[in-house]
């Protein structure tokens, strides 16, 4: 299995509802991809302008095919990365 964890902050909170929407999209895109095993995305409570994506991957080749399909490419890269830090994190399971 391959985690990664990914905390976005949206840069202006003016566009804090438009990556809500967007990450939407990207995860039920991503969701329906092969080797995906979890894709799910946060919103916090206590900092509007944050967000947590989960992803659970049958392998790593799994994880770097999603990176070249349409939830990636068209979504998630090209129109919300623009507007968030991204602050990835590969992480081991440990319980």
Known sequence: ?????????????????????LLKQAAQGSQAEPGCQRFEVYHSEATPGKFLLCEHWATKADWEVHRTGKAYTEIYFPKVIPLVDREGHICGKIA
């Open 1 to 21: 299995m391959f985690y990664i964890n990914v905390w976005l902050t949206v840069k202006d909170a003016a566009n804090i509802a438009t990556v809500e929407g």
